[in-house]
């Protein structure tokens, strides 16, 4: 197999430009994916998180707009709470206002943040009450009635947020505060909506879409000539894997159909977005292009329950001392797949800049190849150890892609703001594999396959399309990965067909209402 995909192609290595060289293996690039229990892109993903969902950062996304005159932003959306049945209520999904959540931007690869976006909730009860028998009873439910636009009378408790810019160093040390206002009456408070009860709530399949683009912010940030774009609410779950064949020792055909062959597990669901569509000009650093990103949240280090709280929401609690990160997320499948079991909180308290010195073996030699090899025999592990070409894609961003001119690893996404973004017409799923350059692991796009992709490279895929002379530059060679090129997959594949075409991308969340679940590809609803 090995010799079939690399003949003839090495000749050309040098004089073909990247895409047209990663392209050319097209889909022989398969995964060997998830021959071991693992959960969606960061659902679940270490033991303290599964202890507290309202702060489970599940995906973060980082694409240039291909919105139709949104050329010169960049989107940036980051997922939390896993796993949402649309019938939760009923309370449902609010995000929790004794956290901190942060969208972190490094401007030019030191593996610092230089620009901080941080995301503070309040939930208000408003004591809804009804007349019952001539008392004034307060009612159990969020809401008394239908609802719509922002904050309606009806609707018992109301959800907002601040967005706070931090400038500099990580918060404490050398940062700037700001704060994002918005550009119509310049409040700094913003209204979230509440999430999707159902159809008969928001008067038809399509109210909630309407309800929902009246709180898609226009917005300032101080020190940007340009105004951005802030939405926070509920979406459908985008992501997409066979999660229940995958937890179940890879029991599907890893050789199958990479479209339509399993079931995507999370079709059903929903999950709570922080979107932002932010200017280039304004998360650049002068000539250098390339941008990392990741989110984090934070509780207080303390927390004393209240056994006779008194009468209001989240009485019951009370927090103090410093925040302590207790989710991050960057590149999708790193703490599921590649960090061990007694490290993955670790992992999620730490930052970039300390990658190499807390987890380098994980990344240089890791097991997932291994196990892959254990189930899987005709899938030889690589053999190329320090695995660099990891450390590559991972920690570095591959060298003329999206890899910043004087880049220290640290594990994040990472984007090249001067690729062109593609149309949603013209994305292909496999990304910059797929001879789309605006896609991942240069940045990601809501229907990009990062699942393929990911495992794809940690079977040494790179190692095979870098030749014996190491094109790539990732310090491996076709030799080292004998199943580098397997046709490997889940069997589920989406496009960006299955998302809208503009901010914020993500479809309207599942009505509590919807039944049967909806089927796999399902938008709904369509786009208004």
């Not at 007349?131 to 018992?156: H, R």
Request: net charge neutral.
């Amino acid at each position: 197999m090995k010799n079939r995909l690399t003949s003839g192609l090495q000749p050309r290595l040098q004089r073909r430009p990247l895409a047209t060289l990663i392209g050319s293996l097209g889909l022989g690039l398969g995964v060997a994916l998830l021959a071991v229990p693992a959960s969606a892109s960061s659902h679940r993903e270490a033991p303290f998180i599964t202890s507290s969902p309202k702060v489970d950062g599940t995906d973060f996304y980082m694409f240039r707009s291909y919105e139709t005159g949104r050329q010169d932003y960049v989107t940036v959306l980051a997922n939390y709470q896993p796993f949402q049945d649309p019938q939760g209520g009923p309370n449902f999904y609010m995000f929790d206002e004794n956290a901190l959540y942060e969208i972190h931007i490094d401007k030019n690869g030191d593996a610092e943040d230089d620009l901080t976006f941080q995301f503070r909730f309040k939930n208000t009860s408003k004591g809804g009450a009804l007349n019952v028998g001539g008392k004034q009873v307060k009612i159990p439910l969020i809401n008394s009635g239908p609802i719509s636009g922002v904050n309606p009378a009806s609707l018992n408790v109301r959800e907002t947020f601040t967005v706070d810019v931090l400038r500099g160093k990580r918060r404490g040390e050398t940062s700037e505060r700001t704060k994002v206002t918005n550009r119509h009456g310049g409040a700094s408070v913003f209204d979230k909506p509440a999430d999707n009860i159902g159809d008969k709530v928001f008067g038809s399949a399509t109210g909630y879409a309407t309800y929902a683009n009246q709180h898609v912010y226009d917005v300032a940030i101080p020190g940007c000539a340009t105004p951005a774009k802030v939405f926070v609410g509920q979406r459908k779950e985008p992501f997409y894997i066979a999660v229940g064949k995958a937890f179940d020792l890879f029991n599907l055909n890893p050789l199958g159909p990479e479209t339509g062959g399993n079931n995507n597990d999370l079709e059903s669901k929903n999950v709570s977005t922080l979107a932002m569509e932010l200017p280039i000009s304004c998360v650049t650093n002068g000539n250098e292009p390339v941008i990392g990103g990741y989110t984090t949240a934070s509780l207080r280090q303390g927390r004393l329950l209240d056994g006779s709280p008194s009468s209001g929401m989240n009485k019951n609690r009370r927090h103090g001392g410093s925040w302590t990160q207790v989710s991050r997320l960057g590149m999708p499948l790193v703490n599921e797949l590649i960090i061990g079991l007694d490290d993955k909180d670790k992992f999620n308290a730490s930052r970039p800049k300390n990658d190499l010195s807390n987890f380098a073996d994980y990344v240089t030699n890791p097991v997932l190849p291994a196990v892959i090899q254990s189930l899987f025999p005709s899938a030889p592990a690589p053999t190329n150890f320090p695995r660099t070409d990891l450390v590559t894609v991972f920690l570095k961003g591959i060298e003329g892609v999206n890899q910043p001119a004087n880049v220290v690893p640290g594990e994040m996404l990472r984007l090249n703001t001067r690729t062109l973004a593609t149309p949603a017409g013209n994305q292909n799923a496999l990304g910059v594999a797929g001879m789309d350059s605006a896609g991942f692991p240069n940045g990601r796009r809501p229907g990009d396959d990062v699942v393929d992709l990911s495992l794809r490279v940690s079977m040494g895929a790179l190692c095979v399309l870098t030749g014996a002379t190491d094109t790539l530059k990732v310090g491996c060679k076709p030799s080292d990965a004998p199943a580098g090129g397997a046709a490997l997959t889940d069997g589920v594949r989406k496009s960006a067909a299955n998302y809208y075409a503009n901010f914020p991308y993500l479809t309207t969340p599942i009505p509590g209402n919807f039944n049967p679940p909806a089927a796999p590809g399902t938008v709904y609803p369509p786009a208004p």
